[in-house]
């Protein structure tokens, strides 16, 4: 499985093609899957370009990305968007219209609570499990492990090639109890493709797009999400094929 993570904090000073109005988000998600997305991730957008949680601005978000592209669409619930956890808690009980999946970044203050409002509400959760961080062992110990559709595993800096995959494999061998759920495996800037690789050796799902990198494997700036997608199959069913071989 191949997510498209169409904009995340970055705006249109990074890159002309990341979308922010829910217009543009459902247009960049339509070329996206049709690019070969399996699923898309949005970090909904006040006006002001601020990412945000508010009902408000997720659901014209959401109601726009699933006209273009059906289901499939997840967000995050990451402090970048409501630092303070309490908050988070108030307004995921007061969405109107609900994401299919929500991620929680479980080295976050509050990320169980958050977890557990989105559960009372029928929202899948997806555990953000980040290198460099103490999210798998605090997630090991937790009694809602059990209940999480699927594990995140990040690696949030933009480490080299071999240094990132060492990045990601230390997650995935360490204390992440067997849950049964999906992993979905991923990196940032110049971990970015070497961690999509990974992701095909592995046969994990894997993400791709504006949110994590601005550069095609060959170095060259990419001019859209869906050629990043593009880009992606070819690595990651590349990656999977040198493995079986």
């Known amino acids: 499985m191949l997510q498209v993570c169409?904009?995340?904090t970055r705006g249109p000073g990074d890159h002309a093609g990341v979308p922010m109005s829910p217009e543009s988000l459902a247009?960049?998600?339509?070329?996206?899957?049709?690019?070969?997305?399996?699923?898309?991730?949005?970090?909904?957008?006040?006006?002001?370009?601020s990412t945000?949680?508010?009902?408000?601005v997720l659901g014209p978000a959401l109601d726009?990305?699933?006209?273009?592209?059906?289901?499939?669409?997840?967000?995050?619930?990451?402090a970048a968007a409501e630092p303070d956890a309490g908050r988070?808690?108030?307004?995921?009980?007061?969405?109107?219209?609900?994401?299919?999946?929500?991620?929680v970044e479980w080295h976050e203050q509050g990320a169980e609570a958050v977890a557990e409002a989105l559960l009372a509400?029928?929202?899948?959760?997806?555990?953000?499990?980040?290198?460099?961080?103490?999210?798998?062992?605090?997630?090991?110990?937790?009694?809602?492990?059990?209940?999480?559709?699927r594990i995140l595993v990040k690696v949030p800096y933009p480490s080299a090639g071999g240094e990132a995959e060492q990045a990601a494999r230390s997650v995935l061998s360490?204390?992440?109890?067997?849950?049964?759920?999906?992993?979905?495996?991923?990196?940032?800037?110049?971990?970015?493709?070497p961690v999509l690789r990974l992701a095909g050796r592995l046969g994990l799902g894997a993400r791709i797009g504006l949110e994590d990198t601005l550069l095609l494997p060959d170095g060259t700036v990419a001019r859209s999400n869906a050629g990043l997608v593009t880009a992606a199959?070819?690595?990651?069913?590349?990656?999977?094929?040198?493995?079986?071989?």
């Open 6 to 8: 169409l904009n995340g």
């Open 27 to 49: 247009e960049s998600a339509a070329r996206a899957v049709a690019a070969g997305a399996g699923e898309v991730r949005l970090h909904p957008r006040t006006p002001c370009g």
């Open 52 to 56: 945000s949680l508010s009902p408000r």
């Open 64 to 78: 726009a990305v699933r006209a273009a592209v059906g289901g499939g669409v997840r967000i995050s619930t990451a």
């Open 88 to 103: 988070r808690v108030e307004r995921i009980r007061s969405w109107t219209v609900l994401p299919d999946l929500v991620s």
């Open 121 to 149: 509400r029928g929202i899948g959760v997806e555990a953000g499990l980040w290198a460099g961080t103490d999210g798998a062992e605090l997630f090991a110990r937790s009694s809602l492990a059990p209940r999480v559709r």
């Open 174 to 193: 360490g204390p992440v109890p067997p849950t049964g759920a999906a992993v979905l495996l991923h990196g940032e800037g110049r971990g970015a493709w």
């Open 233 to 245: 199959r070819i690595e990651f069913h590349a990656a999977g094929h040198a493995e079986e071989g």
